[in-house]
């Protein structure tokens, strides 16, 4: 992307350098020089990259692929590394304000805290319009209007956020789990699922939550649950049989699972159906 070169400004608003942080720019980054290695910011910087590839790394995610449109949020306090791919192409466009203005977004609901998500191609067309005259505005803005173009980059870093997903690598993560569970129709546990993938059990509760809502125990009961409905359907199995081929104890714990998760009893779903 031949018209977007390095070009920053480096903004404060009253005296305190970390409260009243406000940038953005494009940054250029050609080389592993531009790589940041267990760094923790005290304000928010949040990145949309625009060429290039790399990877990035904290405690609860060990290695994201970072591609064109992934968004990475670098939290303030966690200590993180951004890993760029030096080819000579990596180009990004960043916003840093205060931890501050950062964490009321984010109680308000208008931000995440999922370090890296992604923007689709017709999302960045949306944003990089709006980043050019931020910057723009913010190199001769003093005063008053300095203090608009604040809140104008807290409203950009909103509608990133609204117009971003989980990451592609978080996706595939997601995916692999799942069919994990169908396989072993939810008779097996997360750490068990977190071990085939090499992952941490931590890492892949927090994540699989955040994208269905529901934890990885709830999702495995409504797969086993799925599964004893077609037999309660298709066989005249007694319900302690059924409740043995389905992996369960006995037949006071299936029933009651049953019941707990769809309302009726198994026996009053075979009459219903």
Same mark, same amino acid.
């Given at each position: 992307?031949?018209?977007?070169?390095?070009?920053?400004?480096?903004?404060?608003? +009253?005296?305190?350098?970390?409260?009243? #942080?406000?940038?953005?720019?494009?940054?250029?980054?050609? /080389?592993?020089?531009?790589?940041?290695?267990?760094?923790?910011?005290?304000?928010?910087?949040?990145?949309?990259?625009?060429? +290039?590839?790399?990877?990035?790394?904290?405690?609860?995610?060990? +290695?994201?692929?970072?591609?064109?449109?992934?968004? =990475?949020?670098?939290?303030?306090? =966690?200590?993180?590394?951004?890993?760029?791919?030096?080819?000579?192409?990596?180009?990004?466009?960043?916003?840093?304000?205060? &931890?501050?203005?950062?964490?009321?977004?984010?109680?308000?609901?208008?931000?995440?805290?999922?370090?890296?998500? #992604?923007?689709?191609?017709?999302?960045?067309?949306?944003?990089?319009? &709006?980043?050019?005259?931020?910057?723009?505005?913010?190199?001769?803005?003093?005063?008053?209007?300095?203090?608009?173009?604040?809140?104008?980059?807290?409203?950009?870093?909103?509608?990133?956020?609204?117009?971003?997903?989980?990451?592609?690598?978080? /996706?595939?993560?997601?995916? !692999?789990?799942?069919?994990?569970?169908?396989?072993?129709?939810?008779?097996?546990?997360?750490?068990?699922?977190?071990?085939?993938?090499?992952?941490?059990?931590?890492?892949?509760?927090?994540?699989?939550? &955040?994208?269905?809502?529901?934890?990885?125990?709830?999702?495995?009961?409504?797969?086993?649950?799925?599964?004893?409905?077609?037999? !309660?359907?298709?066989?005249? !199995?007694?319900?302690?049989?059924?409740?043995?081929? !389905?992996?369960?104890? /006995?037949?006071?714990?299936?029933?009651?699972?049953?019941?707990?998760?769809?309302?009726?009893?198994?026996?009053?779903?075979?009459?219903?159906?």
């Amino acid at each position: 992307m031949p018209e977007y070169k390095t070009r920053v400004s480096y903004r404060t608003l +009253g005296p305190n350098k970390t409260a009243g #942080n406000l940038s953005c720019g494009f940054l250029h980054k050609p /080389d592993d020089g531009g790589s940041n290695r267990d760094i923790t910011f005290a304000y928010y910087g949040g990145l949309i990259l625009l060429d +290039g590839e790399g990877e990035y790394f904290d405690r609860s995610h060990p +290695g994201v692929k970072l591609s064109r449109g992934s968004f =990475v949020q670098r939290l303030p306090g =966690v200590k993180h590394s951004t890993i760029v791919k030096p080819d000579g192409k990596w180009l990004e466009f960043f916003i840093c304000v205060s &931890a501050e203005s950062y964490h009321n977004l984010l109680t308000m609901g208008l931000m995440s805290d999922r370090p890296v998500m #992604n923007c689709e191609e017709d999302a960045l067309e949306e944003i990089l319009p &709006a980043a050019r005259n931020l910057l723009s505005a913010m190199q001769s803005a003093e005063g008053q209007a300095l203090t608009r173009l604040y809140f104008e980059a807290q409203q950009l870093l909103c509608t990133i956020t609204s117009r971003c997903s989980r990451s592609r690598e978080e /996706d595939d993560r997601i995916r !692999l789990a799942c069919r994990l569970m169908e396989r072993y129709s939810g008779r097996i546990t997360g750490q068990e699922i977190a071990a085939q993938m090499n992952l941490g059990y931590e890492a892949l509760r927090k994540q699989f939550r &955040a994208s269905t809502g529901i934890s990885i125990g709830q999702y495995a009961i409504g797969i086993r649950v799925n599964r004893a409905k077609a037999l !309660l359907l298709r066989s005249n !199995l007694p319900l302690e049989k059924l409740a043995l081929q !389905l992996g369960y104890p /006995d037949c006071f714990s299936f029933c009651k699972q049953f019941k707990q998760h769809t309302g009726v009893s198994p026996s009053q779903f075979r009459r219903m159906n």
